[in-house]
């Protein structure tokens, strides 16, 4: 996630880091017989969908005032 | 209630082909009736009333050249159909078609897996199925693809959300997600396309456009994007393509009368098979009806349809249903 | 019948390490990929096999909602963002100086030294034998009383959350149409 310099890799590598975190919560509610785990995965999952919803969001906007898509050229938060 | 593993192995290898039989006589019907609409007689060279035409039509599709665009984008090319292909056909294993039967001391039940999820399972798998269309349309490298692949893209997962509420109701009065549990309530009490009428039609709206028939074929609006996704497909990969619609569609016209018209109860009860595959016959029968009289519509208005008429409606009636099943009980 | 419970056990170990292998291979591909496409099918692959896994951590309703949410929601938007954009390919370690690099793989490393002392000092032998599960742990119901009960809030919280970003998504949709429409193209 910090090597890529297209957002759209870099919003993939953020949904491997999320789910990484979801195995650990599902793998841990499984050996400790407890729901809770499974809910904050479900949690988890849902904050990942608007994440991104907003971040696909911004790549089109992006993309559609042809700005290149690289994150080390977006430094400036002016449109 | 458990029966062995190979039987379950066998019952999988019968339906998966009785499916295939089924879509191919459902292109036949779809000809005939759709002739006969029209005051043609449709396919009737092929065998007595045209009853071989659907195998000739496959071995022509076969003896085709496998044709390969220079420009294609080989892997994936070619996974595209299997994967249209593989989710068409898995979502049927839910689905219960009997009560089950005691054959030769061995129990079989009446749907392959008996699972407590089997509906998300049904809507994962069509969700999954969106795939073949996308990665199809984009590794044919063609214009008329993407746009066709784009358009069946965003037309499938704005009426997979309207599809998956409308049936919220049905979940919320058979108090499971397992088709099997269902389909024993409404056995039971009554079969739920009277009281979740509303949850029915925008079920049967939004299912036509999951199977992208006509009127909402925009995704292979032939006389706007020449065929859509498939364009550069050809032979058996395009007819692979073509079958996974159809499975689709007897999928959904089954699962349609598993969720509202009590699956497989009828007058007698010996003959549970039977009237699930009269009910299921006469859901293909109205799809083709529609598309024999219905013109196509434009794709903003597509769109309008489905997000803003079928989905408030397919959320009030929820809610309703939510309202009244906690009142009652 | 205790061939056949051993046959049972075999294959699930084959598909345990089948899903983890595949998890894997299809993380590092993501991120090894130079065209975004092929990194968000490996991506979904990814997610697939992760099913898999939650399957068999008896996690039925998670997998299930896993491959609907995101298969079927998230991945399918992606494709069609990238398809629609096309954007150009780039070498998978051309981007970035070297310290970035370097640093990016020492935190990496650091966090899973970190995250393996804190469990080992706080699990104090609770990690050592798994519990056994009753036959409806993971089931919707099961999943559905513990939302409507204990957490009820982080449910609310959630259902919020994504109306929040499914008005940021229209916003961000229809503010850049307008403002393309008023400023004259470049």
Same mark, same amino acid.
Request: proline residues 4%; hydrophobic residues 55%; charged residues 10%.
């Given at each position: 996630?910090?090597?890529?310099?297209?957002?759209?890799?870099?919003?993939?590598?953020?949904?491997?880091?999320?789910?990484?975190?979801?195995?650990?919560?599902?793998?841990?509610?499984?050996?400790?017989?407890?729901?809770?785990?499974?809910?904050?995965?479900?949690?988890?999952?849902?904050?990942?969908?608007?994440?991104?919803?907003?971040?696909?969001?911004?790549?089109?906007?992006?993309?559609?005032?042809?700005?290149?898509?690289?994150?080390?050229?977006?430094?400036?938060?002016?449109? | 209630?458990?029966?062995?593993?190979?039987?379950?192995?066998?019952?999988?290898?019968?339906?998966?082909?009785?499916?295939?039989?089924?879509?191919?006589?459902?292109?036949?019907?779809?000809?005939?009736?759709?002739?006969?609409?029209?005051?043609?007689?449709?396919?009737?060279?092929?065998?007595?009333?045209?009853?071989?035409?659907?195998?000739?039509?496959?071995?022509?599709?076969?003896?085709?050249?496998?044709?390969?665009?220079?420009?294609?984008?080989?892997?994936?090319?070619?996974?595209?159909?299997?994967?249209?292909?593989?989710?068409?056909?898995?979502?049927?294993?839910?689905?219960?078609?009997?009560?089950?039967?005691?054959?030769?001391?061995?129990?079989?039940?009446?749907?392959?897996?008996?699972?407590?999820?089997?509906?998300?399972?049904?809507?994962?798998?069509?969700?999954?199925?969106?795939?073949?269309?996308?990665?199809?349309?984009?590794?044919?490298?063609?214009?008329?693809?993407?746009?066709?692949?784009?358009?069946?893209?965003?037309?499938?997962?704005?009426?997979?959300?309207?599809?998956?509420?409308?049936?919220?109701?049905?979940?919320?009065?058979?108090?499971?997600?397992?088709?099997?549990?269902?389909?024993?309530?409404?056995?039971?009490?009554?079969?739920?396309?009277?009281?979740?009428?509303?949850?029915?039609?925008?079920?049967?709206?939004?299912?036509?456009?999951?199977?992208?028939?006509?009127?909402?074929?925009?995704?292979?609006?032939?006389?706007?994007?020449?065929?859509?996704?498939?364009?550069?497909?050809?032979?058996?990969?395009?007819?692979?393509?073509?079958?996974?619609?159809?499975?689709?569609?007897?999928?959904?016209?089954?699962?349609?009368?598993?969720?509202?018209?009590?699956?497989?109860?009828?007058?007698?009860?010996?003959?549970?098979?039977?009237?699930?595959?009269?009910?299921?016959?006469?859901?293909?029968?109205?799809?083709?009806?529609?598309?024999?009289?219905?013109?196509?519509?434009?794709?903003?208005?597509?769109?309008?349809?489905?997000?803003?008429?079928?989905?408030?409606?397919?959320?009030?009636?929820?809610?309703?249903?939510?309202?009244?099943?906690?009142?009652?009980? | 019948?205790?061939?056949?419970?051993?046959?049972?056990?075999?294959?699930?170990?084959?598909?345990?390490?089948?899903? &983890?292998?595949?998890?894997?291979?299809?993380?590092?591909? !993501?991120?090894?990929?130079?065209?975004?496409?092929?990194?968000?099918?490996?991506?979904?692959?990814?997610?697939?096999?992760?099913?898999?896994?939650?399957?068999?951590?008896?996690?039925?309703?998670?997998?299930? &909602?896993?491959?609907?949410?995101?298969?079927?929601?998230?991945? !399918?938007?992606?494709?069609? !963002?990238?398809?629609?954009?096309?954007?150009?390919?780039?070498?998978?370690?051309?981007?970035?100086?070297?310290?970035?690099?370097?640093?990016?793989?020492?935190?990496?490393?650091?966090?899973?030294?970190?995250?393996?002392?804190?469990?080992?000092?706080?699990?104090?032998?609770?990690?050592? #034998?798994? #519990?056994?599960?009753?036959?409806?742990?993971?089931?919707?119901?099961?999943?559905?009383?513990?939302?409507?009960?204990? #957490?009820?809030?982080?449910?609310?919280?959630?259902?919020?959350?994504?109306?929040?970003?499914?008005?940021?998504?229209?916003?961000?949709?229809? #503010?850049?149409?307008?403002?393309?429409?008023? !400023? &004259?193209?470049?």
């Amino acid at each position: 996630m910090l090597l890529r310099r297209n957002p759209l890799i870099v919003l993939l590598s953020l949904e491997i880091m999320l789910n990484g975190a979801n195995l650990a919560l599902i793998a841990f509610a499984r050996h400790l017989d407890n729901g809770d785990g499974q809910i904050f995965a479900l949690a988890v999952m849902a904050v990942a969908a608007s994440e991104v919803v907003v971040g696909l969001g911004l790549i089109v906007a992006l993309n559609r005032k042809r700005v290149p898509l690289d994150v080390d050229r977006l430094s400036s938060l002016r449109g | 209630m458990t029966e062995p593993w190979w039987i379950s192995l066998i019952k999988a290898g019968v339906i998966v082909n009785l499916i295939m039989v089924a879509f191919a006589y459902t292109t036949w019907l779809e000809r005939k009736l759709l002739a006969r609409m029209q005051n043609r007689y449709g396919p009737n060279r092929a065998g007595p009333y045209g009853l071989l035409q659907p195998f000739a039509d496959l071995i022509k599709l076969v003896r085709k050249e496998s044709f390969f665009p220079v420009a294609a984008q080989h892997p994936l090319y070619i996974a595209a159909p299997i994967v249209s292909m593989f989710t068409a056909l898995a979502a049927f294993a839910v689905i219960p078609f009997g009560a089950g039967w005691q054959i030769w001391h061995y129990h079989v039940n009446g749907e392959i897996a008996n699972v407590s999820i089997a509906l998300i399972l049904i809507f994962a798998l069509g969700s999954v199925g969106v795939y073949g269309a996308i990665i199809g349309g984009w590794a044919s490298h063609s214009k008329y693809s993407l746009l066709g692949a784009m358009r069946t893209c965003a037309q499938l997962v704005s009426y997979e959300v309207s599809l998956a509420l409308s049936v919220l109701g049905v979940v919320l009065m058979g108090q499971s997600l397992n088709l099997v549990d269902i389909v024993n309530k409404q056995g039971a009490t009554i079969w739920f396309f009277i009281p979740q009428l509303a949850g029915l039609l925008v079920f049967v709206f939004a299912m036509i456009a999951e199977t992208s028939r006509p009127p909402f074929d925009l995704p292979e609006a032939d006389t706007e994007l020449v065929a859509g996704y498939h364009t550069e497909y050809g032979g058996m990969r395009w007819g692979l393509f073509q079958t996974a619609e159809y499975v689709n569609m007897i999928t959904l016209s089954g699962l349609a009368v598993t969720l509202f018209f009590g699956g497989w109860h009828g007058p007698y009860a010996p003959l549970g098979p039977i009237w699930f595959l009269l009910k299921v016959f006469a859901f293909v029968s109205v799809f083709i009806w529609i598309r024999a009289s219905v013109p196509r519509l434009r794709y903003d208005q597509l769109m309008r349809f489905g997000w803003k008429v079928l989905l408030p409606v397919a959320t009030i009636n929820a809610v309703i249903t939510a309202l009244l099943v906690v009142w009652v009980s | 019948m205790t061939v056949v419970a051993t046959v049972g056990n075999v294959l699930v170990w084959a598909v345990w390490v089948l899903a &983890a292998f595949a998890c894997l291979g299809s993380g590092v591909a !993501v991120v090894s990929f130079s065209n975004p496409f092929y990194s968000a099918l490996a991506l979904i692959g990814n997610l697939g096999s992760l099913a898999v896994l939650y399957l068999l951590l008896s996690s039925e309703f998670v997998a299930a &909602a896993q491959v609907l949410v995101y298969a079927g929601a998230v991945m !399918v938007m992606f494709l069609f !963002v990238i398809a629609y954009v096309d954007p150009r390919l780039e070498s998978p370690w051309a981007g970035g100086p070297g310290w970035q690099a370097i640093g990016a793989v020492l935190a990496a490393a650091a966090l899973l030294v970190e995250i393996i002392v804190v469990i080992g000092l706080n699990a104090d032998g609770s990690l050592a #034998h798994s #519990h056994d599960v009753g036959g409806t742990f993971g089931s919707p119901g099961y999943i559905g009383r513990l939302f409507l009960t204990d #957490h009820l809030l982080a449910f609310e919280i959630t259902s919020i959350v994504l109306l929040v970003a499914a008005i940021g998504g229209v916003i961000l949709g229809s #503010h850049s149409r307008r403002s393309e429409e008023g !400023v &004259a193209p470049l």
